[in-house]
């Protein structure tokens, strides 16, 4: 169809259809949205470090008057000034933005002056709008200086009726100083908040030597800056090489100190002494973003868990400052073995990723590395310094038109009276006579009459002399990159003495310092050591006792159950189980129920199969080996320490085919040299243990040849002591046999039948 078609039968809707293809419709609109999403939304521009909500509210503040020598104003008029005039989105998320800027936890240098509830480091809401006051904040009025001296463009708003400011031109280092986060589509940006002064100091560097190196410049700035303190713990390399890429991340902790510990150690370690050896910690900082109330509710679980048993309790006596106080166990408790797991177990410890992906002056999405986003934005900054001596000349051009025609006057005041007196049109007249342009005759006619007497020739003289070093001054600098350069430098001089380190704004909150090594932290050396005797049924339910009991003590079962395993352990011990279908499980002795009942069934806690069966349940001994044979007569050595399994699913150690199953697992003791294999066809085979390969999993060596049947036991066991086996029944005894020669043979043999008096059951 033509356009004129289309023209003519434009009163139908179906007459304006485009046949396009879905994806390409799709992928078209979806484009739109997502530049709009990265360049209007989520990046923050680097000259002024603000994304467009955030400069629409300080620019309608701005526009409200709201100054800090001024009175504050409801929250709920800025908002509905700002959603109505500039950003057509809904007011909570214009409100969100603004009580952002008020928070002293969230922003290091706050835009905004809050009066009334903004929120809390707990995490709590900030009140209405209706309730809560608001005006802007000095930093906020250095962010903004410069916006009447032409030295940004006006952009409409979004429906024309507008202007607003396409970037806030003054010279505080917004984007560094205060951070930023946001996320669009298929990029995000993170920049953590930093020192004033450090910035200024690392820029003036860069404006005197282009060419400095990266290292150069972290000599001078440091790292981040948090508003809630505490402690970046990673090392100057590390933050160093995040800097110079623009990606990385840092570790951030909280800061225990003690203030009123009467020792200058106590008191950096945040320990305050008791009475009787006692003492407790305090923790005055917590780490950027971490909600205080969800600290402690976390410590709080940890105890009720019973995850971290050297705590004893948790307080919170914060007031304007933070004060957690920790309360040990007992005072044997190591205090860095606590901080450790309180870093570990917890937010007190946690990670912040740096990302410096900003918009450049072509609102370019950019990640840029410490140098280059000082360069782009010193290079943002002398364009707005030209920008404004730019306007200025403008002004001062308009200024000494207007006071040479007020010389002019002057020198004539006697016939411009008369002129104005008797002609009817005096404009053209004095134009004529006079020489004047429109402008100044038009200026000196709309002259009141009590201004007249303040026409003084010196005056004017002066004013047209300073007029004119003034825009010679511009025009000079103007033509001197160099001398920008210098102004520019003499300018951040200024603003450095706002945000020196002495000053209380300007001091450094965080400390930049590599954490010393961990101390070697397990949660083992938090249990508290006890002796249990585990049992554990044939049905498989699993027990722990009080205490060494005898092993052979007739503990209870359920009806149709009966003994199993029965073994002596510590709490702090770990259990190493066994199942026929070569998985090794662990559990820890201080998770087994108490002996009063029958225990649980070890299944709820391992997911060991159910047509597995339990092979051997043993104490796990940390650099021991074990002995592992299946009944295919295939076997080796098994370091302990390779066996101990982290989660509820265990670890295949023994790989196995068909119907064979794990027969043998036995502690191989650091005496023994030698092994003995026997079958079920009532052979046995001795053959030196160095023959038996370690090995972290497989199906293992052959230990012993059969033709019919399989293995049926096996043990190592030391030559010279020679091979021991239990006599059977109630007597308990066991028999020795040291002359073994005749079965010392290689390993993978046949064998030869056992000494006489071998168990008629096979087993050793």
């Known amino acids: 169809m033509s356009t004129t078609d289309l023209e003519k039968n434009s009163g139908e809707p179906f007459d304006s259809i485009i046949d396009e293809s879905f994806d390409s419709a799709l992928s078209k609109r979806y484009l739109v949205y997502a530049m709009s999403t990265i360049t209007a939304r989520s990046l923050p521009d680097l000259r002024d470090g603000l994304k467009p909500v955030h400069r629409r509210l300080l620019w309608t503040m701005r526009q409200l008057k709201l ?8 929250s709920a008029r800025v908002v509905g000034e700002v959603i109505g005039k500039y950003h057509p989105h809904g007011d909570t998320a214009a409100y969100d933005a603004m009580v952002r800027l008020a928070q002293d936890f969230s922003l290091r240098y706050p835009l905004v002056e809050g009066q009334g509830n903004f929120g809390n480091i707990d995490g709590d809401n900030a009140a209405a709008y209706r309730y809560t006051e608001a005006r802007l904040t000095k930093t906020a009025m250095q962010l903004m200086a410069g916006l009447d001296e032409g030295t940004v463009d006006f952009i409409p708003t979004y429906n024309g009726e507008e202007e607003e400011p396409e970037l806030m031109p003054g010279l505080f280092p917004n984007l560094l100083a205060n951070g930023t986060s946001g996320i669009a589509v298929g990029m995000a940006t993170n920049i953590p908040s930093h020192n004033v002064a450090e910035i200024i100091d690392a820029t003036l560097e860069l404006i005197d030597n282009p060419y400095a190196e990266h290292a150069r410049l972290m000599e001078l700035f440091h790292g981040p800056d948090l508003p809630t303190g505490g402690l970046i713990v990673d090392s100057p390399e590390a933050i160093s090489n995040a800097y110079e890429t623009g990606r990385g991340s840092f570790r951030i902790r ?10 200058v150690e106590d008191r950096e370690a945040g320990i305050e002494r008791l009475g009787g050896g006692q003492y407790q910690l305090i923790i005055s900082e917590i780490p950027y973003q971490v909600q205080k109330g969800k600290l402690i509710e976390q410590i709080a679980q940890l105890i009720a868990d019973k995850k971290l048993p050297i705590l004893e309790d948790v307080r919170d006596e914060s007031d304007e400052n933070i004060r957690l106080v920790l309360v040990p166990k007992n005072r044997n408790v190591d205090a860095e073995l606590l901080k450790e ?8 410890e946690s990670r912040f990723g740096l990302n410096l992906n900003v918009l450049d002056a072509t609102r370019t999405p950019m990640v840029m590395g410490l140098k280059e986003l000082l360069g782009h934005w010193t290079a943002s900054q002398i364009d707005i310094l030209q920008r404004r001596s730019r306007h200025r000349l403008g002004q001062i051009a308009a200024r000494l038109e207007l006071v040479e025609g007020y010389l002019i006057a002057f020198l004539n005041l006697d ?7 008797t002609e009817d049109e005096p404009k053209p007249m004095m134009m004529a006579e006079f020489g004047l342009t429109d402008r100044q005759a038009e200026a000196i006619l709309n002259m009141r009459l009590r201004s007249l007497r303040k026409l003084e020739e010196m005056q004017l003289r002066g004013e047209r002399d300073d007029l004119l070093k003034e825009r010679e001054e511009l025009e000079t600098l103007l033509g001197s990159p160099a001398r920008q350069r210098t102004r520019l430098k003499r300018d951040l001089a200024a603003l450095r003495k706002d945000y020196a380190e002495e000053t209380l704004l300007g001091r450094r909150r965080t400390t930049i310092a590599e954490a010393a090594p961990t101390v070697e932290f397990s949660m083992d050396a938090m249990i508290e050591k006890a002796p249990v005797t585990v049992i554990l049924s044939a049905k498989g339910w699993i027990r722990a006792a009080s205490g060494h009991e005898p092993l052979d003590k007739e503990f209870k079962f359920k009806e149709g159950d009966g003994p199993a395993f029965a073994l ?17 499980y662990t559990l820890g002795c201080d998770k087994l129920p108490g002996a009063r009942g029958f225990g649980e069934p070890i299944r709820n806690m391992l997911d060991i199969e159910s047509e597995g069966q339990i092979t051997a349940l043993l104490v796990h001994r940390p650099k021991g080996q074990l002995l592992l044979a299946a009944t295919t007569g295939k076997g080796f050595a098994a370091d302990s320490d390779e066996l101990l399994a982290e989660t509820r699913k265990g670890r295949q150690v023994v790989n196995l085919k068909g119907d064979n199953k794990l027969a043998v697992v036995r502690e191989i003791a650091a005496a023994h040299d030698h092994v003995a294999v026997v079958g079920d066809n009532r052979k046995l085979v001795i053959f030196s243990l160095e023959e038996l390969p370690m090995l972290a999993r497989g199906q293992g060596v052959t230990l012993q040849r059969y033709r019919d049947g399989g293995l049926s036991d096996a043990t190592s066991f030391a030559l010279e002591e020679g091979l021991s086996w239990a006599m059977g029944g109630e007597s ?21 039948l056992p000494p006489q008096g071998f168990p008629r059951d096979n087993k050793f």
């Open 732 to 752: 308990g005894r066991t028999r020795t046999e040291k002359d073994v020669w005749q079965w010392k043979v290689a390993r993978g043999a046949a064998g030869r």
């Open 67 to 74: 100054d800090p020598a001024n009175a504050y104003k409801k």
């Open 415 to 421: 016939r411009v009276i008369e002129i104005i007196r």
């Open 568 to 584: 002596h352990a510590q709490t702090t011990d770990k259990l190493l189980i066994a199942v026929d279908n070569g998985r090794f």
């Open 341 to 348: 797991s309180l870093y570990k177990l917890t937010d007190l």
């Open 254 to 263: 909280g800061r225990f100190h003690a203030a009123e510990a009467d020792k």
